[in-house]
């Protein structure tokens, strides 16, 4: 790798950092990129790179947002622990299961995610005046630990997006409370793949460390912007980004890697 591909990669690293902090959904930018910076390099090597790239950014954007939005750490402290757990799960499973599985279904949840949220202009705007159970809270955000923990070790397109989008129409939050609590989550969700991945070898360090350092850069203005912004904000970054990984994902199958 000459300077200028380091340079780009580096910088993809920083504008995923972004997009991750304020939607979720980083992954589908960083590992096409180190495929392309590292041709004949293994699928796995690539999600465990990324994985340690994203695991500073999640974590510098969660420290972010909770120190200004509104996060219940009795929920979020144990839906993060078992998220570690099942993420780490799915990681381990990743080599015995196809990708290919599940990008179709990855896709159509992302389209049904994409017609709900245009169809409600004010789904994720304003947080919803429906009260929800503290007991409610934590069992809904423990399920997401386990399912989208386990998603994100076997595949992981969308994870941070598909935390977003449930805690808001299950937890009545708007779109900025729902991505901090998501931040927490993700972060776990990060670190149990990264274990993994980890132990097979299966993660460059040096690179991985250096995109991890622009990560957490691009994480940091983010989470600022989208504090700043408000929930409208990231509900058009959503709706950009949402289209943006389907289109990626379709392109899979014209150009599979």
């Not at 776990?188 to 995109?211: C, E, P, R, S, Y």
């Amino acid at each position: 790798m000459d300077l200028h591909e380091l340079a780009m990669l580096l910088l993809v690293a920083a504008a995923a950092g972004w997009v991750d902090a304020v939607v979720g959904g980083g992954g589908l930018i960083q590992i096409p990129a180190l495929m392309i910076a590292f041709p004949g390099l293994s699928p796995a090597t690539a999600l465990g790179t990324n994985k340690l790239a994203a695991i500073a950014g999640t974590s510098s954007a969660a420290y972010s947002y909770a120190r200004r939005a509104k996060i219940d750490w009795r929920i979020a402290a144990p839906a993060a622990g078992t998220a570690v757990v099942f993420a780490g799960l799915g990681a381990a499973a990743a080599a015995s299961v196809p990708t290919a599985y599940f990008r179709p279904v990855t896709m159509v949840l992302l389209l049904l995610v994409l017609a709900f949220v245009v169809a409600r202009p004010s789904f994720g705007t304003i947080a919803a005046e429906t009260a929800v159970t503290v007991r409610r809270r934590l069992g809904i955000v423990l399920l997401a630990g386990v399912l989208i923990g386990f998603y994100d070790g076997i595949f992981g397109p969308g994870t941070g997006t598909f935390l977003i989008i449930s805690f808001t129409a299950l937890l009545s939050l708007d779109f900025v409370a729902s991505s901090a609590t998501a931040k927490i989550v993700n972060a776990g969700t990060n670190l149990g793949a990264l274990i993994i991945f980890a132990v097979h070898d299966q993660v460059l360090w040096k690179v991985g460390l250096a995109m991890a350092v622009c990560n957490v850069l691009g994480a940091q203005l983010g989470a600022r912007t989208a504090l700043r912004r408000g929930a409208g904000f990231v509900r058009v970054v959503l709706v950009v980004v949402v289209l943006g990984m389907v289109g990626r994902l379709a392109a899979l199958y014209v150009w599979p890697q």
